[in-house]
C-alpha cells in the first residue's frame, strides 16, 4: 500500500536533512552558486552528521537506506540547494549500482572505505555523442580503457567511478570485420581515481547547480582488473534498468525539493508584494499559479513515493521510475519559471532567489535521461507492452 503518511523512522531522517539544509547548506547557498567552488566543507560536515552515502549497506559499514528514505532526504537537500546536494546525490547514484549487482567483494573495496571519510563516488553513463565514448579492450584478466567523456560527475573529486564503456572495435574494423562506429559490449567499469592513464582535464562551467562538480576525462590505457566489471561485459542495459528504479526516484525527488523551495519563496514574495493596494496573492492569476506549483509538487511527490516503494518492495517499477524522474523534472521546471514570473522584474534578479532556482532546474531536463529520451522511453514500454 502507499504511503501517505511517513512512518516516524523516516520522520526523523527528514528532520535530519531538514535542519542539515536550514542550518549548513542556506549558509553556504549563494557563495557557491556565485563561484562555484565546489562545496568540500560542506561534504565534510555532511560526512559528520551522517548525511552522506546513506545508502551503503550495513554489512560496509552504513546504513543500507531504502530508495524511499534517500527519497525523503533528497527532497530536504534539494530544498537547501541541489548544486550543493548535487555531489551527495550523485555519490549515491553511483553507489546503488554498486548495491544493485555488486559482489560482495567490490561492496567491501568499493563501498566500505566511502564510510571512513568523507568520500565521493562518481559516474559517466549513456550520454549523448557529445559526451564522448569510452572504449575497452581485454587484455588477459585485465581490461584497458581508452577514449574521452565530457560530463562525469563528481569527476576530480571523487575516489571511484562508475563508467560506462563499449567494446573497442578499432582492430576489427582494421581487418575489415566490424564497423569502428558500432557501439556493443556495453560494460559498467569501477575505476579508481589517480589510475594511470586517467586525467581530468576540464570542468564544465554550468547554467546552474554550480557547486556540482562536472568534468571531463581522458582515459588512455586505463587498467582495470577484472574484478572491477560490474555483472560482466556487455551487461550495461541490464544492470542499468535494474538500478534506475533505485536512482530515479532520489534524483525526482532533489528535483521536487528545488520546486517546493520556489513555490515557498513565490508565496511568500506574493504575500508581500501589492499592487492596486492588495497584496499580488490576491488576484486570480497568481494565486492560480501558486494552486498549480502546490498540485504538480504534491503529484511528483506521490509519483515518487510510489516509485521509491515498489523499487524497495523489489517489484518491477521501470515505468513507474521513468515517470516519476520525467514528470518531476518537468514540473520543476515550470513551478521554477513561474516562481520567477510570480515575482515580476525581481525574479530576473540576483538578488532574489528564484533565478538561481529556475537555473538549476533546467539540468534536471538534460541529464539522466532528458525529458524526450524518457517520454521515448515510456512510448518503447507503452507499445511494447500491447
Ligand atoms: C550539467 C551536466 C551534467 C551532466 N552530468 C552527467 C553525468 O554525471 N554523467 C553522465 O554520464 N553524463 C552527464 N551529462 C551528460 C548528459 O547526460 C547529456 O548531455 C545528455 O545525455 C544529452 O546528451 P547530449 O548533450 O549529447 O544531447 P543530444 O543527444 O545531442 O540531444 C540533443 C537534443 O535532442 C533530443 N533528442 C535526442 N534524441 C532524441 C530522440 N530520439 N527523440 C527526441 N528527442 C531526441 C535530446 O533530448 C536533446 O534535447 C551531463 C550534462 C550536463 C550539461
Known amino acids: 500500500m502507499l504511503i501517505h503518511k511517513l512512518p516516524a523512522e523516516l520522520l526523523e531522517y527528514q528532520k535530519l536533512a531538514k535542519d542539515f539544509a536550514a542550518r549548513e547548506i542556506a549558509r553556504v ?73 555488486g559482489t560482495a567483494e567490490q561492496k567491501q573495496e568499493f563501498l566500505a572505505p566511502l564510510m571512513e571519510s568523507p568520500s565521493l563516488a562518481g559516474y559517466a553513463m549513456d550520454t549523448g555523442i557529445r559526451a564522448g565514448r569510452v572504449f575497452f579492450r581485454r587484455d588477459g584478466d585485465d581490461f584497458f580503457l581508452n577514449g574521452k567523456h565530457n560530463a562525469i560527475a563528481n569527476g576530480g573529486v571523487a575516489e571511484w567511478y562508475l563508467i560506462k564503456a563499449y567494446e573497442d572495435r578499432r582492430e576489427l574494423a582494421a581487418s575489415g570485420d566490424a564497423s569502428e562506429q558500432e557501439l556493443v559490449g556495453g560494460t559498467y567499469f569501477l575505476v579508481r581515481s589517480g589510475e594511470d592513464g586517467l586525467n581530468f582535464d576540464h570542468r564544465l562551467e554550468t547554467l546552474g547547480k554550480r557547486a556540482h562538480v562536472i568534468s571531463s576525462a581522458r582515459f588512455e590505457e586505463v587498467m582495470v582488473p577484472a574484478g572491477a566489471v560490474l555483472l560482466g561485459t556487455g551487461q550495461a542495459a541490464r544492470i542499468y534498468n535494474q538500478s534506475l528504479v533505485k536512482t530515479y526516484p532520489i534524483i525526482a525527488a532533489g528535483l521536487v525539493g528545488v520546486a517546493r523551495a520556489a513555490m515557498e519563496h513565490a508565496l511568500k514574495y506574493s504575500k508581500e508584494r501589492q499592487t492596486f493596494g492588495l497584496p499580488i496573492s490576491s488576484f486570480q492569476g497568481i494565486s492560480f499559479m501558486l494552486a498549480d506549483m502546490a498540485k504538480d509538487i504534491e503529484a511528483a511527490r506521490l509519483l515518487v513515493y510510489q516509485a521509491a516503494q515498489l523499487a524497495d518492495q523489489g517489484q518491477s517499477c521501470i515505468s513507474e521510475a521513468v515517470c516519476a524522474k520525467a514528470f518531476a523534472q518537468d514540473m520543476a521546471m515550470r513551478v521554477t519559471t513561474d516562481a520567477v514570473q510570480v515575482f515580476g522584474g525581481y525574479g530576473f534578479s540576483k538578488e532574489y532567489p528564484v533565478e538561481k532556482l529556475m537555473r538549476d532546474a533546467k539540468v534536471g531536463q538534460l541529464t539522466d535521461g532528458t525529458s524526450e529520451s524518457l517520454k521515448v522511453n ?8 500491447v
Do not use: Y
Open 29 to 101: 547557498s549563494g557563495k557557491h552558486d556565485q563561484s562555484g567552488e565546489f562545496p568540500i566543507e560542506l561534504i565534510k560536515s555532511a560526512w559528520e552528521a551522517g548525511l552522506l552515502n546513506m545508502s551503503v549497506p550495513e554489512d560496509c559499514g552504513g546504513l543500507g537506506l531504502s530508495c524511499l528514505e534517500g527519497a525523503v532526504i533528497a527532497e530536504e537537500l534539494g530544498f537547501g540547494d541541489s548544486g550543493i546536494s548535487g555531489s551527495i546525490e550523485a555519490s549515491d547514484v553511483a553507489q546503488r549500482f554498486v548495491i544493485e549487482v
Open 378 to 385: 515510456l512510448g518503447r514500454q507503452m507499445v511494447t507492452s
